[in-house]
């Protein structure tokens, strides 16, 4: 039998349909509504939010884009030698060779029949190329409006990459939004992964359902998505395993998986999301690479922004991967998670 924890599962239903829920629903940062919350005062705001993507930053924007403020001071001839200069920093920022080759290309071309450009031109074209880099496969930022209740999200990574914290501080966001939020712990293979979930769940009062180490991922996944319908969620986040032996048995649980969640709800889940790790630069980016040979991830969630200056790696995956980065880490309270702006990232790294 599946357990439900304590937590009431009869959670306060919001009178707005899950179809009305886009990207601004998520997404803090572009806010300037004041959100009122009887219960704890919370108070999201637009400054409020940028500052804390800026916070998230600092070490990253000192790391590397304050060198390149003071490599670009006093300079107004692009040459060679500046150029090779502002390759191997880009490289450094865990920006890559294959994306930083792309940014060096374009800064070429702008030059090309003028040899001469002030800072602020110089650092408009970086800026401009590297919101291009960022903006692929931007339009599936959007929720999809035409899919039935519950709208499902599947969550991938390996272990340790902050997988689980996501989860709780998006079903924490939710549930703010007044939306009915139930997290699945299909996650089966450590007792450990089961505990922390359940103790996130318990502290931001959303209901989980999970069984004990060793049970079937897909029966947690039915069991979940059966609950969720029948009382009328508007979101499930289900967990899963971190790391099995060989990418054929994560491939086929996935899809066991999978196949139990399309069982209740055709073509859901609606979004598969890797977590991947910020601080760890571009293994980052081979993590994410040996995941998508063994499955088909829509989204990405970058977790551990604010404690690392390896953020410029963001730049490459997007550029790499071809997949949007969807949500963000931007600290370690249970609210520091935004849904991911390219433009305001940029903005940020450039401040």
Known sequence: MHDVSTTDLDVSESNESLH?????????????????NE???????????????DKSLDKTREGFFN???????GKNKIDAEFLDQLEEMLIV?????????????LVELHVAEKKYLNNDELKGILKQKIIELLSVNN???????????????LFVGVNGVGKTTTIAKLANYLKKKNKKVLIGAADTFRAAAIDQLNLWAQKIDVPIIKQDMGADPASVAYDTMQSAISSNYDYVLIDTAGRLHNKVNLMNELEKINKSI????PNAPHEVVLALDASTGQNALEQAKQFLKSTNVTHLALTKLDGTAKGGVIISICDQLKIPIKYIGVGEKIDDIQLFNQTQFVESLFN
């Open 39 to 53: 219960s704890n005062n919370l108070v999201f705001t637009e400054i409020t939010e940028k500052q804390k993507l």
């Open 20 to 36: 009305d829920v886009s990207a601004n629903d998520l997404d803090i940062s572009e806010s300037n509504e004041l959100v009122n």
């Open 67 to 73: 060198k390149m403020k003071m490599f670009f001071s």
């Open 93 to 105: 920022a865990d920006i890559g060779v294959d994306t930083t080759i792309k940014i060096i290309e």
């Open 139 to 153: 339009d599936k930022l959007e929720m999809s409006k035409n899919h039935d209740k519950p709208y499902v999200i």
């Open 262 to 265: 399309n069982k209740l709800l």
